[in-house]
């Protein structure tokens, strides 16, 4: 069966500090691993989209990296913000139209 | 350009009513998918549509529909309603039906089964 693990389920931390969430997947074949910011009452946004051959990717002060051989995903927030407080979901793509949604990180960032 | 828009955006309904949500895609785009999402929980997939052909189906029972028109709209019905089906329904609308193609989401319709 095709599972997306997110860690942690939830996080807090201060403005300006760094942080990492991880996504964990078993969807094989294998076709695309995205990142979604989704602010609470607003669809999501997507983030970044890695290939198999694609290791890291950065959008602004999100960094995601992609590890296929471990199926494994980690999405990175440099200097964190007050806007930044969200859920953040992974989604992966395999051989089918059907992609499998993690159930997200929640980002919470104090002042 | 307006981005996807769906309506309405809340909706209360009673045990075995039924219900359409509908669903704009951007502009030129000729794919809409549709999503389920409980509370606390990430999306799941319930169909998508290209060129108003169904190109994919999720886990769903057959309460559940859709359809795509020639304007690239879309509806999403589900009949029978139970309590279980409150959720946060997502519409997101992308250029073809490739997987590395973006979607875009809506503001998605909130649904409460009472």
């Known amino acids: 069966k095709n599972q997306v693990e997110q860690s942690p389920q939830s996080l807090i931390i201060l403005e300006g500090k760094n942080c990492t969430l991880q996504c964990n997947y078993t969807v094989s074949p294998f076709s695309n691993l995205r990142w979604y910011k989704q602010d609470t009452g607003r669809g999501p946004v997507s983030l970044t989209i890695m290939t198999f051959s694609e290791n890291t990717k950065s959008n602004g002060r999100y960094t995601a990296t992609l590890d296929a051989d471990t199926k494994q995903s980690s999405l990175h927030i440099t200097a964190s913000q007050l806007s930044d407080s969200a859920s953040y979901i992974c989604?992966?793509?395999?051989?089918?139209?059907?992609?499998?949604f993690g159930r997200g990180t929640s980002l919470i960032v104090h002042p | 350009d307006a981005g996807v828009t769906q309506s309405p955006t809340h909706l209360i309904k009673t045990r075995g009513q039924h219900v359409t949500l509908r669903c704009s895609p951007i502009s030129g785009h000729k794919s809409v998918s549709w999503y389920q999402q409980v509370l606390g929980q990430g999306p799941q997939f319930i169909f998508q549509?290209?060129?108003?052909?169904?190109?994919g189906r999720g886990n769903f029972p057959d309460r559940f529909s859709a359809r795509q028109f020639p304007n690239y709209s879309s509806e999403l019905n589900v009949n029978a309603l139970l309590l279980g089906d409150s959720a946060l329904y997502l519409c997101?609308?992308?250029?073809?039906?490739?997987?590395?193609?973006?979607?875009?989401f809506g503001p998605g319709t909130r649904l409460t089964v009472l």
């Open positions: 997101a609308s992308s250029f073809t039906s490739g997987s590395t193609d973006t979607q875009y």
């Open positions: 989604v992966v793509r395999g051989g089918s139209y059907i992609p499998t």
């Open positions: 549509y290209y060129e108003k052909e169904e190109r």
